[in-house]
C-alpha cells in the first residue's frame, strides 16, 4: 500500500468476546482474543492504520469508549456481542459518533437464533461484516481504511 496518511481506528469488542478460543463448541474458531487482537495489530499497521483493540463485558464501559472515540478516532469498529441485539443505549451512543462505524460479528448472525437476527448497532452502521469468522476482523479493518480514504 502506498504512503496514506495514518488514521486512528477504535476496534471494540462486547461481551464475552475475551472468551473466543476457548469453548470447543466452535462457533467463533479457534482463534483467542489474544490472536484475533494480534492479527488486527498487524493489519492495522499494513495500512497506516493507528488502532486502539479494546475488550469489555461492561455496556457503560463500552459506551463511555464511544464517547471518547468522538473527540479521539476517525472511525469505529464494533463487535457489540450479545449487547447487538439488546442495547438501544449502545446504538444512541453509535449515532452520536461522526465518522465511519462498521459493525463486525465473528459468526453469519442470520443463521442463527431468531433474535440475534435483529442488531441495534446496524441501525448506525456503515457497514457490517459478518460470518467470516476471525478474517472478518481483519476485513473490517480494510474496509474501515477505505472507507476512510473515500472521506477526503
Known amino acids: ?3 496514506a496518511a495514518s488514521k486512528a481506528v477504535y476496534f471494540l469488542n462486547g461481551p464475552n468476546a475475551n472468551l473466543y478460543g476457548l469453548s470447543d463448541k466452535g462457533t467463533y474458531g479457534s482463534d483467542t482474543f489474544e490472536t ?3 492479527r488486527c495489530a498487524a493489519e492495522a499497521q499494513r495500512l497506516s492504520i493507528e488502532l486502539t ?6 455496556q457503560g ?3 463511555d469508549w464511544i464517547q471518547e472515540a468522538i473527540a479521539k478516532a476517525d472511525g469505529v469498529i464494533i463487535n457489540g456481542a450479545g449487547l447487538t441485539y439488546t442495547s438501544i443505549a449502545l446504538l444512541d451512543a453509535l449515532l452520536a459518533f461522526p465518522g465511519p462505524v462498521v459493525e ?5 448472525i442470520y443463521r442463527r437464533e431468531p433474535f440475534r437476527h435483529h442488531s441495534y448497532i446496524s ?5 457490517i461484516v459478518a460470518g467470516l469468522g476471525a478474517d472478518g476482523y481483519e476485513l473490517a479493518i480494510t474496509a474501515m481504511r477505505r ?6
Open 61 to 63: 464501559q463500552l459506551i
Open 1 to 3: 500500500m502506498s504512503q
Open 104 to 108: 463486525v460479528h465473528m459468526s453469519n
Open 53 to 58: 483493540f479494546r475488550q469489555s463485558n461492561s
Open 123 to 127: 441501525k448506525a452502521a456503515t457497514g
Open 147 to 152: 472507507l476512510l480514504d473515500r472521506k477526503k
Open 36 to 38: 484475533l487482537q494480534l
